[in-house]
């Protein structure tokens, strides 16, 4: 069976070479390959079950996984194409509504997480051992960063098509718009966890101690980390261009707020005036903080103040003959920049939010 099984293995890996990774064929010879290695191995496992005569027979089966080592490409290359097209379809199904007011990601979020976790586990069976497993934990890495980078696109890819972006027409905080955040950060969440999934620091301590002259182990990890740092970084610049279209549409709403403190005489304070900027505040700093989470909650949450104070520098800048003193209200009397502190100060003291402070991400 032995000599049998290897033949039948280097014949499959070539004639996956001709095939499309796409095409019906490739997916069937890539299960079929995958349940052989399983049967196999099992196989082995009874060998001290086994009469001494039968163990050394059975004992051919321990180089199994030079047999099968050029198929574990192709059945990561499966695993990737099944994760998108997974993907695909939980984001097609999706209504873009939170689960529950303590889940506030959608199902899609959960399914595109749980398509990543398939990939892990889909390792995790094959016990490969870890002095020959690091390309392969590269490729691994690879396929799940891509499914991750994926996800954030075609999320991002709905606001485009329900224009999220266009410049014309009123700007409303929607549950879709905080859900999507959401969503992005869910799964940007899930694939920090990889280097613990797939062992990096055990699987990089044993091909490094096996190999000679070769990449150092901080080499190995590097390589990895910028895999995932790259894929990170990709998602946390769609989540920073959505949470800066936020930041830019309510800018337009705050600049009308703002602009006619400049009018107001001298008897008049300025705290009268902002009423109606701290209640468009308050109404949708309420709602952010009740549909988003946490950590996107105070990205959005630093944007927004620093609008605020940038609007009112604006609205100086556009009426250069404004009496000084009123610009001096504005700017450099505590009063105004005061009352902005006070209303973002209170939701970032909420729910144990004491820091608020930038992001590249």
């Known amino acids: 069976l032995s000599p049998v099984v290897q033949t039948r293995m280097k014949d499959a890996n070539q004639k996956f070479v001709d095939l499309d990774i796409e095409s019906d ?18 196989l082995y496992r009874f060998k001290n079950e086994l009469s001494e005569a039968s163990v050394s027979n059975i004992q051919m089966f321990s180089d199994i996984h030079s047999w099968f080592n050029p198929l574990v490409d192709r059945w990561i290359d499966l695993a990737g194409v099944k994760a998108t097209r997974r993907i695909d379809r939980a984001v097609e199904l ?16 959960v399914d595109t997480s749980q398509c990543l976790l398939n990939i892990w586990d889909f390792w995790k069976k094959l016990e490969w051992p870890r ?14 960063c891509k499914g991750a980078g994926h996800y954030a696109d075609r999320m991002h890819n709905i606001l485009e098509k329900t224009g999220y972006y266009d410049a014309e027409g009123q700007f409303d905080v929607t549950e879709q718009l905080c859900v999507t955040l959401n969503n992005i950060d869910y799964v940007r969440k899930t694939l920090s966890s990889i280097p613990q999934r797939l062992d990096w620091d055990q699987v990089v301590s044993d091909v490094t101690s096996k190999e000679d002259g070769a990449d150092t182990a901080e080499d190995k990890r590097a390589r990895l980390w910028t895999l995932v740092t790259s894929a990170d970084e990709g998602m946390g610049n769609k989540r920073k261009q959505i949470i800066s279209k936020i ?7 705050i600049l009308r707020y703002v602009s006619p403190l400049l009018s107001d005489p001298e008897s008049t304070s300025p705290k009268t005036s902002i009423t109606g900027l701290m209640k468009y505040l308050s109404t949708n700093l309420q709602f952010l903080s009740n549909n988003l989470m946490v950590d996107v909650f105070r990205l959005i949450l630093y944007n927004i103040y620093c609008i605020c104070i940038n609007k009112a ?49």
Do not use: W
Request: hydrophobic share 40%; proline share 2%.
């Open 247 to 253: 930041g830019e549409k309510m800018g337009v709403d």
């Open 94 to 109: 999706d209504e873009v509504k939170g689960i529950s007011d303590s889940a506030k990601y959608s199902t899609s979020a």
């Open 313 to 361: 520098r604006e609205a100086v800048d556009a009426r250069p003959n404004v009496t000084p003193s009123v610009s001096d209200r504005l700017l450099k009397g505590l009063e105004v920049h005061d009352v902005l502190l006070v209303v973002v100060v209170n939701f970032c003291t909420q729910d144990g939010l004491i820091h608020v402070k930038s992001d590249n991400h």
């Open 131 to 144: 002095s020959a497993a690091y390309e392969f934990v590269v490729r691994l890495t690879e396929v799940t």
């Open 25 to 42: 064929e490739f997916k069937l010879l890539s299960i079929a390959s995958f349940q052989l290695y399983l049967g196999i191995k099992e």
